[in-house]
């Protein structure tokens, strides 16, 4: 059995501190995002300063089953909140309808995982000042005997192959098109020379060519496909993947679609583009191009490609979590039943956020008691580390433990950094420290993109000879199918992929229990990550 890096440390290093986060324009138009600033922003207890983090503005989480009012939590919160001018009222998320008729093992994910948003809005008889969620959760923390229900920010995760800055960025170079951008990049003068993995030809995302077949057209039988869960921007068109193949963003359960254009999803429209200035996503592709990696490492995999993210890369924490506790419903309800169809084996997240608490008792809650619960019904969990350059932890990466420490009866959540090409030395974007499980190939990847995506940036040269154009390459034209990208996000399905691979070679693939789950996925993620050795 090989083992992993040295333990963790409960707290990160005084050193390890958190990026300091920023939004664009248009991402805090959207979302009605707000920055939490250590300097201006409400102290903690005992007067420490918050970490810098990004969240919804206007709006708390607390846990409650689909539907239910919480009328009593809501008017404590109204309570508390009236100080501030601002009055509370609870936005009821739709669950699965009927949830009598649910069987006991999903009703109890629900019950113990949904979130409900709870909304602040001015008071009618105040100006109508800017609500700011911060203040209010940090009254109602003193003050929690008079409210109940713990509550916690609507945090916003991005997906993590942004480099220089993630996940928040700030401006817009043309020639990536990402609306987050922090600092210069280094080719052009000065910044990190983390920002050179942005440029195409040096990591950034660029149109290659790939003659090999369709891993999946050579797979071996298998007893039962492994199912590698992929909650990020979907799957887009791609030879690869038709429509009733072994990979799908059409992910149901009870009735529901899980994740975008479901209950969970929310109602973020996606911003309209500029005509005059047409650019591709920052995050355009980002779901088909994981994917393309998992079905390379485990070709006889089913990939369900959950949309929960546009190509701006942003997701609400309620969001995920609930579209989360929609897919662990369906894998506890299979469990229970031996049916296949509803199971999951590995839960691959290449997204994430800096907390304000790190460190603190109630900073993993409600996303790292969910992803516990994952682990606890044999799902191997993998995150990306984030690509900050940084020791500080991003969530939920930071949450991983040593294989030795998780209790027998659960599969351990493992955070990924990535490695560059010559696979010994790691990615100089990649955030480390004691927290980090293991490092994966993350730089210059070469992966699937979906085949229908252009925009407005042309070839530099072209010439017309017998009939044939002769050009140089078009940095925008991804109708070829295949591109290059860098990240921890790619590092991510990487491990993914690999314990998906070792689990479909097992005997015992094909058995349908809780026991035999866990056991299987201990097995197998402590198979495929190797012994930490330091790089000279």
């Known amino acids: 059995m090989t083992t992993a890096r040295p333990p963790q440390v409960a707290v990160p290093p005084l050193s390890a501190t958190p990026p300091p986060a920023q939004v664009s324009p248009e991402v805090a138009t959207r979302y009605g995002a707000r920055v939490l600033d250590p300097v201006s922003a409400m102290r903690m207890p005992g007067g420490g300063a918050p970490g810098s983090t990004v969240y919804v503005g206007d709006r708390l989480l607390v846990r409650a089953t689909p539907g239910r009012a919480l009328d009593d939590t809501t008017r404590a919160i109204d309570k508390v909140t009236s100080d501030f001018g601002v009055r509370a009222r609870l936005v009821v998320t739709p669950g699965p309808g009927g949830t009598k008729s649910l069987h006991p093992a999903a009703l109890d994910v629900l019950q113990r995982h949904w979130v409900q948003q709870v909304s602040l809005h001015p008071d009618e008889g105040q100006p109508a000042l800017p609500v700011d969620a911060w203040p209010v959760l940090r009254t109602v923390q003193d003050r929690a005997a008079e409210t109940g229900a713990p509550l916690a920010l609507d945090h916003l995760m991005t997906s993590a192959p942004a480099i220089g800055g993630t996940p928040y960025w700030v401006g817009t170079p043309y020639w990536v098109g990402t609306p987050y951008w922090v600092g210069t990049p280094y080719w052009v003068g000065t910044g990190s020379p983390a920002s050179e993995y942005a440029r195409p030809g040096g990591g950034g995302r660029s149109p290659v060519s790939l003659v090999l077949p369709d891993p999946a057209l050579r797979a071996a039988k298998v007893k039962r496909a492994p199912v590698v869960a992929v909650p990020d921007t979907g799957l887009g068109t791609h030879p690869w993947f038709p429509a009733g193949g072994s990979a799908t963003s059409e992910v149901s359960w009870a009735g529901m679609r899980l994740g975008l254009g479901g209950?969970?999803?929310?109602?973020?429209?996606?911003?309209?583009?500029?005509?005059?200035?047409?650019?591709?996503?920052?995050?355009?592709?980002?779901?088909?191009?994981?994917?393309?990696?998992?079905?390379?490492l485990c070709p006889q995999a089913r990939i369900l490609a959950i949309p929960v993210m546009g190509d701006d890369g942003v997701v609400p924490e309620s969001c995920l979590i609930n579209t989360l506790a929609l897919l662990l419903a369906r894998h506890r309800e299979a469990l229970e039943n031996g049916d296949p169809e509803g199971l999951v084996d590995v839960l691959s997240l290449s997204l994430g956020y800096y907390h304000e608490q790190a460190g603190d008792a109630s900073m993993d809650a409600p996303l790292g008691a969910l992803l516990r619960d994952f682990g606890e019904h044999g799902v191997a969990v993998v995150a990306a580390a984030g690509n900050s350059s940084t020791l500080a932890p991003m969530y939920p990466a930071g949450l991983a433990t040593p294989l030795a420490d998780v209790p027998e009866d659960r599969v351990p959540l493992a955070s990924v950094g990535?490695?560059?090409?010559?696979?010994?030395?790691?990615?100089?974007?990649s955030n480390d420290g004691p927290w980090v499980t293991t490092f994966r190939a993350g730089s210059n990847l070469v992966s699937t993109f979906p085949t229908d995506v252009t925009a407005s940036a042309q070839a530099s040269a072209r010439v017309d000879y017998a009939g044939r154009a002769r050009t140089t390459i078009d940095p925008d034209d991804y109708r070829g199918g295949f591109a290059t990208w860098s990240g921890t996000s790619f590092a991510a399905p990487v491990l993914a992929g690999e314990i998906a691979a070792a689990i479909a070679a097992r005997d015992d693939v094909a058995a349908i229990d809780r026991a035999t789950a866990v056991a299987r996925g201990r097995a197998c993620m402590s198979a495929v990550i190797e012994e930490w050795k330091e790089t000279p």
């Not at 999803?265 to 998992?294: K, Q, R």
């Not at 990535?418 to 974007?429: S, W």
Request: no cysteine; aromatic share 8%.
């Open 263 to 296: 209950p969970a999803g929310g109602d973020y429209t996606a911003p309209p583009g500029n005509p005059l200035d047409p650019v591709i996503g920052s995050d355009t592709g980002h779901g088909t191009f994981i994917a393309g990696l998992v079905r390379q």
């Open 418 to 429: 990535a490695r560059n090409p010559d696979g010994t030395t790691v990615a100089f974007f």
